[in-house]
């Protein structure tokens, strides 16, 4: 049940994120589609490293388990979306 509110929260601020990207609050940095795609592949390396150390730390700290797999729903659900 945890894990489908991680993703649920995510979803929503990411939404409310696109709001505020649609009323113009922020400006777009990159305007090559291909960089783009260059800068998502990097943050998606980023975020599976990022999984990996934290799954040998769940390993190496086992009396911080439920903090570590919180984090690991997090990190899971955000390479999902």
Known sequence: ???????LSYKQNYGKFLDTVKKGNYRLLI????KMKDEFSDEWKK???LISVVEALKNDFPYLDFQITRLLYI???IDKS
């Not at 305007?31 to 291909?34: D, F, I, M, R, Y």
């Open 31 to 34: 305007k090559n589609e291909l």
């Open 75 to 77: 990190l899971k659900s």
């Open 1 to 7: 049940m945890r894990f489908n509110i991680h993703i």
């Open 47 to 49: 975020n599976s490293d």
